[in-house]
């Protein structure tokens, strides 16, 4: 069965410097990945996905996001964090060949100033 | 370019009773997908409907069922509530039901059962 599986509940990190949002998968066949932002009060907002071809994902608002087959791995990164960058960020794959999203159970992103 | 719109945003209701949640979907967009969102958790697939039938249904009771409409907007009903049921309701839309397009969430409507 596809899954995805976040490991850290909350990363912190200082403004300007690096993040990554961990995201690990476990699907059969060729994975599709997705990464979505949920800001409080409000619904998932997409930021990038992974269908197949280049290993790093460019997204939105400077997010990207790199697909390493050999460690089953999705993380997000993004090269300087912004204090609105802090949100809570959910990884995701579709069952199958449907619409149906599984999601991790979220990374809550902390930057501060 | 009005993006995915549901009503209501806030409802409160008492256990036993029932409740239809409203979606829009971004325009454009044919398929809706509902899920449940408890406090602290990711979201949970309910179903999604596609020309206007319920395509897929994750684990939830027949308490929760749906409609879509021909104008593609969906309804989202739920009967005999209970605390449980608790929770952030969002919708999505996407263009079909394939998996590469990704979908496009709501804000959501947040019910809180007394």
């Known amino acids: 069965a596809q899954s995805v599986a976040q490991p850290e509940d909350q990363v912190n990190v200082a403004e300007g410097n690096p993040l990554t949002v961990k995201c690990t998968y476990s699907v059969s066949g060729n994975p599709y990945l997705f990464w979505y932002v949920q800001y409080p009060n409000r619904g998932l907002q997409f930021l990038l996905k992974y269908i197949t071809g280049d290993n790093l994902v460019k997204g939105s608002y400077g997010f990207e996001a790199e697909f390493n087959k050999s460690q089953t791995s999705f993380h997000l990164k993004k090269p300087s964090a912004l204090v609105s960058d802090s949100a809570l960020y959910f990884c995701a794959v579709p069952r199958g060949n449907t619409g149906k999203l599984i999601f991790g159970q979220g990374t809550t992103l902390q930057v501060k100033p | 370019d009005a993006g995915v719109t549901q009503s209501p945003t806030h409802l409160i209701k008492t256990r036993g009773q029932q409740v239809t949640l409203r979606c829009s979907p971004k325009s454009g967009h044919d398929t809706v997908s509902w899920y449940q969102q408890a406090l602290g958790q990711g979201p949970q697939f309910i179903f999604q409907?596609?020309?206007?039938?319920?395509?897929q249904r994750g684990n939830f009771p027949d308490r929760f069922s749906g409609h879509q409409f021909p104008n593609y907007s969906s309804e989202l009903n739920v009967n005999a509530l209970l605390l449980g049921d608790s929770a952030l309701y969002l919708c999505?839309?996407?263009?079909?039901?394939?998996?590469?397009?990704?979908?496009?969430f709501g804000d959501g409507t947040r019910l809180s059962i007394l």
């Open positions: 409907y596609y020309e206007e039938e319920e395509r």
């Open positions: 999505a839309s996407s263009t079909g039901q394939g998996v590469y397009q990704p979908q496009h």
